[in-house]
């Protein structure tokens, strides 16, 4: 009898080792869920404008290059450069006007004629080609017309007809720097033209 009990308990241990077994089994068969991954939201860079570069001339008091924040106005390029000179004209610059990158801002003296508004590249190029080729041509303002000799910086109508009552006058000019013998015609203006005249 205590045979039979001892068997018996053999058995009851080996069919519960054998069922664990084969859950064992199963389960490792089983395929495994992918692990979560936790993904970080990505915050996007906060661009920021490349700052601008103005060249401020004329009647400051430190010209020069200047860098400024995007959407800057002339007022701040001005103020950048030392603010105006004593003999600064301010009719002759619009202060709250926008500046672009690359951009001349140049303040008059008073009685000097303002500069003419930058012309587009392309078209410089264009009109600075002569029918011969020559991109350095001079003008000579003993014998220069008038319409020629409003396409100086700074010489506009006026001024083109004052230099030629001027040498009507006065007789011709023997240098190029006599041209600032013409009543609003300064240094300013004269350092501007000077590399583009001549009195041959």
Known sequence: MQTLLRYRSYAILTLIYTIALGGYVFYDRLPQPDPIEIIEPTVAPTLTPSPIHVHVAGAVKNPGV???????????????AGGMTADADERGVNLADLVRDGQQVYVPAQGEAPLPSPTPYASVQSQAISPTGNTDQQININAASAMELDTLPGIGPVYAQRIIDYRQTQGPFAEPAEIMKVKGIGPTTYEHIKERITVD
């Open 66 to 80: 200047y860098v400024l924040s995007p959407e800057s106005r002339i007022v701040q390029a001005v103020e950048a």
